[in-house]
């Protein structure tokens, strides 16, 4: 199983980018995948979540800012990332679920939702 999650990097506040992250193996893109992220001495945090129907959920940190979505054909699910600020400086990591079965809309924010993660990739904003 592999969530092979790319795009981050060193940008200043305001800026703009866009993570990507392939599942490949026992990982299902089709039930669900999130974003989530942890800054430097802090806990593990929801971001974004997309599941199988479309529906998608964000933080209310980055409503508005970023956007999560989903490419079939590539099997590559995308976080744009606009109006980037100091304090989303993390590594954001993806995960995915073993289960076929979309997940309940109130869980999507859950960590325990998701089976598998990927190895982060690390957003730096200056400001």
């Known amino acids: 199983v592999q969530l092979q999650a790319s795009g981050g990097g060193l940008v200043q506040a305001g800026d703009s980018l866009r993570l990507s992250c392939v599942p490949s193996?026992?990982?299902?893109?089709?039930?669900?995948l999130a974003w989530f992220r942890q800054a430097p001495g802090k806990e593990r945090e929801f971001v974004a979540a997309?599941?199988?129907?479309?529906?998608?959920v964000y933080a209310d940190s980055v409503k508005g800012r970023f956007t999560i979505s989903r490419d079939k054909t590539k099997n590559t699910v995308y976080l744009q990332m606009n109006n980037l600020k100091p304090g989303d400086t993390a590594v954001y990591f993806c995960?995915?679920?073993?289960?076929?079965?979309?997940?309940?809309?109130?869980?999507?924010?859950?960590?325990?939702?998701?089976?598998?993660w990927g190895q982060g990739t690390l957003v730096t904003v200056s400001s």
């Open positions: 997309i599941r199988g129907s479309g529906t998608t």
């Open positions: 995960a995915a679920r073993s289960s076929p079965n979309q997940p309940i809309v109130s869980t999507m924010g859950q960590r325990g939702t998701y089976d598998y």
């Open positions: 193996g026992r990982a299902s893109s089709s039930s669900g």
